[in-house]
């Protein structure tokens, strides 16, 4: 069955602008509702009880994030601008109202909470059984893969994360990340700079069944 898309079933809304770095919601300062990505990227992260952050996700254009807010709860989760982002919103209460009279709405909506919640769970899966150099492999193929576009060599170019959010996104260390992005660098698995990430995915799924980074 294929996913239906909620911006059908939604009217034009606020539009909010930020700057690269710029917190849109969190602790504090609670959401406004759902929104979706119109340009740039958004990260959304959770804290640890240790005070260390964790990445959920990075959303693009198109992209709705922030459906925690649908539970009414206090935010448990931030999320902020890696580049220039713009973003349009709907408040709970509009969703509720735009529910009664779009039911097509609702089970958009849950389609993309059973999507996400099936996501997931493979990474939590990935965290329960692979080790850090395998984590860090698939996450790179999934943004990758998500985040990139065609290159003329084979690979996938997508917008620079640092390795400390990499590290986030992972669970581990900024200093681990480096050692193996080092590593995939000279095995010519991705190049990376302050602009951007390339990711060769044949070459790093090569590496990956030879025995790993470091084999």
């Given at each position: 069955m294929p996913l239906e898309d909620p911006l059908a079933y939604l009217p034009v809304s606020t539009i909010?602008?930020?700057?690269?770095?710029?917190?849109?919601?969190?602790p504090g300062?609670?959401?406004a509702g759902i929104y979706v990505v119109l340009a740039g990227h958004v990260k959304v992260c959770r804290e640890a009880e240790d005070?260390?952050?964790?990445?959920?996700?990075?959303?693009?254009?198109?992209?709705f994030f922030?459906?925690?807010?649908?539970?009414?709860?206090?935010?448990?989760?931030?999320?902020?601008?890696?580049?220039?982002?713009r973003v349009m919103s709907w408040k709970t209460k509009d969703i509720q109202e735009l529910s009664l009279r779009r039911p097509e709405l609702c089970f958009a909506?849950?389609?993309?909470?059973?999507?996400?919640?099936?996501?997931?769970?493979?990474?939590?899966?990935?965290f329960s059984l692979e080790n850090i150099e395998r984590r860090l492999a698939r996450a790179l193929l999934r943004l990758?893969?998500?985040?990139?576009?065609?290159?003329?060599?084979?690979?996938?170019?997508?917008?620079?994360?640092?390795?400390?959010f990499i590290a986030q996104y992972v669970g581990t260390s900024r200093e681990i990340v480096t050692h193996y992005m080092n590593t995939l660098r000279r095995k010519r698995c991705l190049d990376y700079s302050r602009k951007n990430i390339v990711v060769y995915e044949k070459s790093l799924n090569d590496v990956m069944t030879r025995g790993g980074i470091d084999a």
């Open positions: 909010g602008e930020f700057r690269k770095g710029e917190v849109i919601y969190g300062s609670p959401p005070g260390q952050q964790v990445v959920v996700d990075v959303y693009q254009s198109d992209e922030g459906e925690s807010a649908l539970l009414g709860t206090p935010p448990t989760e931030l999320a902020a601008a890696l580049d220039s982002v909506l849950l389609q993309l909470s059973v999507a996400r919640s099936v996501e997931f769970g493979n990474r939590i899966q990935s990758s893969d998500r985040l990139g576009a065609p290159t003329d060599n084979e690979g996938r170019q997508m917008i620079s994360l640092t390795h400390e």
